[in-house]
């Protein structure tokens, strides 16, 4: 072929080994150096890591969670409810013994120093029990009608203890609420063997506080006399301290039932009457210091106190 003579016309030269050939050939190899990359990530797998353990929970588990935690939460709950039990039924007892205590005092016109320091005790109790210690913010309690049971008002005093003849006597003190229209009643029923009638003074209140309401009264009314379904004539009456037998004159008193009961018909038929109060006593406020469904402590501007319990309550029965 044409191309084979053209390679044999290069001179060549056979390569002879020699000392310093030899050095170099004997010479160990040279180290690659090693990428950085890989001795970082060879450093990092060298790093020590803790060991996490991780519990994933779920409403929906089928093991429900933990026994030790379930029996926590169930020992926090009865412990809670129990208390909130007995936290209950404590002022209940409280508002029984109250109530007890109050019988017979005539609302605390004839209470001795001893049920007066009784009662404060129990009042002070119960105050600090209060389950509604914003009152004015459940006005949906106040509302209604609470009857007197007791007060420290000395002013109410002399009406409690005069009587406007033998035969009248004060039947009941109460004090009717509308929080819806923001007023008050307070109204004094007098009862005698014929008929009932009232004096009241109708009011607005303001609500200043959580627990403060001023009032300010505005009219005056003297209600008319209400005939009473049956004549009842005691065996005696009081005058002066001393008893009087009515049982002699029994049979006059008896004839004469008609014609009363004429007479009081007549006025019963008549509107009530009614007057403006003046203005410079026209004004007070009460605090509550303890409400609930049944009973409400109030102090007045003087410090008096007042135990009201509302119309219906088992408070009322002895």
Same mark, same amino acid.
């Given at each position: 072929m044409a191309t084979v003579p053209l390679f044999t016309q290069f001179p060549c030269k056979t390569l002879v080994p020699t000392s310093s050939n030899s050095k170099l050939q004997s010479k160990p190899p040279t180290l690659v150096p090693v990428n950085p990359i890989n001795r970082r990530s060879e450093a990092r797998t060298a790093v020590h890591r803790p060991d996490f353990k991780v519990r994933v929970s779920d409403v929906n588990d089928e093991w429900g969670p933990d026994s030790s935690e379930k029996g926590s939460n169930v020992s926090v709950a009865e412990r809670v409810a129990e208390e909130a039990i007995e936290s209950v039924e404590e002022t209940e007892r409280l508002k029984r013994q109250l109530a007890d205590s109050l019988y017979g005092t005539d609302r605390g016109l004839s209470a001795s120093s001893e049920t007066r320091a009784e009662i404060s005790e129990l009042i002070t109790q119960l105050e600090s029990q209060n389950p509604n210690p914003a009152p004015n913010e459940a006005l949906f309690l106040l509302s209604g009608k609470w009857i007197l049971a007791y007060t420290s008002f000395v002013g109410l005093f002399p009406l409690l203890s005069r009587r406007i003849s033998p035969l009248i006597k004060v039947d009941e003190i109460s004090q009717t609420i509308d929080s819806d229209s923001f007023t008050v009643q307070n109204s004094v029923r007098f009862a005698g063997p014929l008929a009932t009638t009232s004096f009241s003074t109708n009011a607005k209140f303001e609500v200043q506080s959580p627990k403060r309401v001023q009032? !300010?009264?505005? /009219? &005056? %009314? +003297? &209600? *008319?006399? /209400?005939? *009473?379904?049956s004549i009842e004539i005691p065996e005696f009456v009081e005058v002066l301290g001393q008893k009087i037998d009515l049982n002699p004159i029994r049979g006059l008193l008896t004839s004469v039932q008609d014609t009363a009961s004429s007479v009081a018909r007549t006025i019963s038929n008549q509107p009530p009457l009614k007057f403006s109060l003046p203005a410079d006593r026209a004004q007070s406020w009460l605090l509550t210091t303890y409400l609930d469904k049944d009973l409400r402590i109030s102090r007045g501007d003087g410090g008096? +106190?007042? %135990?009201? +319990? !509302?119309? &219906?309550?088992?408070?009322?029965?002895p």
């Open positions: 009032i !300010k009264f505005e /009219q &005056g %009314v +003297i &209600g *008319t006399p /209400q005939l *009473t379904d008096s +106190i007042f %135990v009201l +319990i !509302k119309e &219906g309550s088992s408070l009322l029965n």
